[in-house]
């Protein structure tokens, strides 16, 4: 299972940015795949998933704000995060794992590297 991260960056407050997930044609059609996040000083939180059907699930700190599209023949997962906030500062992860509660609590096996997301105030 491969994956990488890429697509973090500076960005003001209240600006947006996209990072992307691209993952192996096996992993694309077999597992969900999940982005989680982590701060200096911080646990890793999850921030959301997209399920290999469409299905979306989202942390309550990112519900509203953050939305996924997929391109299927690139095998990439984006996450497009608007309205951003100081506190969404840092190092964004996806992962890859089957849907549900393993997933959405970080339990999971496929992790691809980070990316940085920095938000000013």
């Known amino acids: 299972v491969q994956l990488q991260a890429y697509g973090g960056g500076l960005v003001q407050a209240g600006g947006s940015l996209r990072v992307s997930c691209a993952a192996s044609?096996?992993?694309?059609?077999?597992?969900?795949i999940g982005w989680f996040r982590q701060a200096p000083g911080k646990e890793r939180e999850f921030v959301a998933a997209i399920n290999w059907n469409g299905s979306t699930y989202f942390a309550d700190s990112t519900k509203g704000r953050f939305t996924f599209s997929r391109d299927n023949a690139k095998n990439t997962v984006f996450l497009q995060m608007n309205t951003l906030k100081p506190e969404d500062t840092a190092v964004y992860y996806c992962?890859?794992?089957?849907?549900?509660?393993?997933?959405?609590?970080?339990?999971?096996?496929?992790w691809g590297q980070g990316t940085q997301v920095t938000v000013s105030s």
């Open positions: 992962a890859a794992a089957p849907w549900g509660r393993n997933l959405f609590t970080g339990r999971v096996r496929f």
């Open positions: 044609e096996r992993t694309f059609s077999s597992y969900a």
